[in-house]
Antibody
Framework: QVQLQQSGPGLLKPSQTLSLTCVIS????????WDWIRQSPSRGLEWLGR?????????EYAESVKSRITVTADTSKNQFSLQLNSVTPEDTAVYYC???????????WGQGTVVTVSS | EIVLTQSPDTLSLSPGERATLSCRAS???????LAWYQQKPGQAPRLLIY???SRDTGIPDRFTGSGSGTDFTLTISRLESEDFAVYYC????????FGQGTKVEIK
């Protein structure tokens, strides 16, 4: 049974860096694609970015956060991470890590992390 | 960016009734890469349908996805109590974007 367990701080101040980690159990991080998605009342569900392995590691990011985001994988810990720089209150949302299958549908989701950006 | 518009915003129905949810894309969705999700309060979304019409593992056959190009539909043949939730469509033919959701509520 594949499971994703998220961890990371839930409260940040503006200009700080958001860092979340997603530990994978029951599946290898070197297979499939691993994505981050966030959800807020104002922006709805928003895909942020992904990492995947195909002879080497690749990344793909949403245009809306491309200048601020990094998604990385750690094969030794079988996990992947999100880093979002220079956060503002608009980055307040529930953040989810997910597994992507069938070219881009998200079949496994983490439990979600509520992230609040406030001074 | 492909914009997905779902209709209606809210659907008020009784258990046992048929629900028909629409998702319209601003451009053709390549290879019908369109998924549907169900989300209940406090939970992560759950994948129901991928590739416009394929049910994910364990999804009951009362959920049916159809459509192609720019127009897609999720049909729930007979609503059960656990089906009252918010439903989202998502395209993955060009980057990934989600619709704004349709809430299926008890009438």
């Amino acid at each position: 049974q594949v499971q994703l367990q998220q961890s990371g701080p839930g409260l940040l101040k503006p200009s700080q860096t958001l860092s979340l980690t997603c530990v994978i159990s029951g599946f290898s991080v070197s297979r499939n694609s691993w994505d981050w998605i966030r959800q807020s009342p104002s922006r709805g569900l928003e895909w942020l970015g992904r990492t995947y392995y195909n002879s080497k590691w690749y990344n793909e990011y949403a245009e809306s956060v491309k200048s601020r985001i990094t998604v990385t994988a750690d094969t030794s810990k079988n996990q992947f991470s999100l880093q979002l720089n220079s956060v503002t209150p608009e980055d307040t949302a529930v953040y989810y890590c997910t597994r992507s299958v069938q070219w881009g549908a998200f079949d496994i989701w983490g439990q979600g992390t509520v992230v609040t950006v406030s001074s | 960016e492909i914009v997905l518009t779902q209709s209606p915003d809210t659907l008020s129905l009784s258990p046992g009734e048929r629900a028909t949810l629409s998702c319209r894309a601003s451009q053709i969705v390549r290879s019908n890469y369109l998924a549907w999700y169900q989300q209940k309060p406090g939970q992560a979304p759950r994948l129901l349908i991928y590739g416009a019409s394929s049910r994910d593992t364990g999804i009951p056959d009362r959920f049916t996805g159809s459509g192609s190009g720019t127009d897609f539909t999720l049909t729930i043949s007979r609503l059960e109590s656990e089906d009252f939730a918010v439903y989202y469509c998502q395209q993955y033919g060009s980057s990934r974007t989600f619709g704004q959701g349709t809430k299926v509520e008890i009438k």
